[in-house]
Nanobody
Framework: QLQLVESGGGLVQPGGSLRLSCAVSGFTPDYYHIGWFRQAPGKEHEGVSCISSSGGRTNYAESVKGRFTISRDSTKNTVYLQMSGLKPEDTGVYFC???????????????????WGQGTQVTVSS
C-alpha cells in the first residue's frame, strides 16, 4: 500500500511560478514511477510530467515542455514539480500518482497508475 500527499498549490499570476510536492509513503516507494496529472473543470485528467523510479527518465507533455521540471529526492521520498511561466490554461487540480509498471505506451494513461493523491488546486489568474 502506498500513500501520496500533494502540496504547494495556490493562486498565482500569469508568468509566475509554483513548486508542487508529492510526499510518498508506504511500502517500497522507491520502486514506483511517479506521474503528475491535472484536471481542469469539466475535462478529463491530462498527463503533465512523469519520472522513473530511478529518476533517470523524465517525460513532459508538449504543453509544459521548457516550463515545468520534475525531480525526485529519494532521501525524502518526495517528487517535485517546479512550474514556471504559468499560464491560465495551466489551471486545474494537480494529482500525483504512482505506477509500479510502465511502458512507453502507458505513461500518460491514468490506468497505469495504482495509487493517487487527493490533489492540490493550482489557479493561474490575474
Amino acid at each position: 500500500q502506498l500513500q501520496l500527499v500533494e502540496s504547494g498549490g495556490g493562486l498565482v499570476q500569469p508568468g509566475g511560478s509554483l513548486r508542487l510536492s508529492c510526499a510518498v509513503s508506504g511500502f517500497t516507494p522507491d520502486y514506483y514511477h511517479i506521474g503528475w496529472f491535472r484536471q481542469a473543470p469539466g475535462k478529463e485528467h491530462e498527463g503533465v510530467s512523469c519520472i522513473s523510479s530511478s529518476g533517470g527518465r523524465t517525460n513532459y507533455a508538449e504543453s509544459v515542455k521548457g516550463r515545468f521540471t520534475i525531480s525526485r529526492d529519494s532521501t525524502k521520498n518526495t517528487v517535485y514539480l517546479q512550474m514556471s511561466g504559468l499560464k491560465p490554461e495551466d489551471t486545474g487540480v494537480y494529482f500525483c500518482a504512482a505506477a509500479l509498471i510502465w511502458s512507453d505506451a502507458s505513461i500518460w494513461s491514468t490506468k497505469a497508475y495504482d495509487y493517487w493523491g487527493q490533489g492540490t488546486q493550482v489557479t493561474v489568474s490575474s
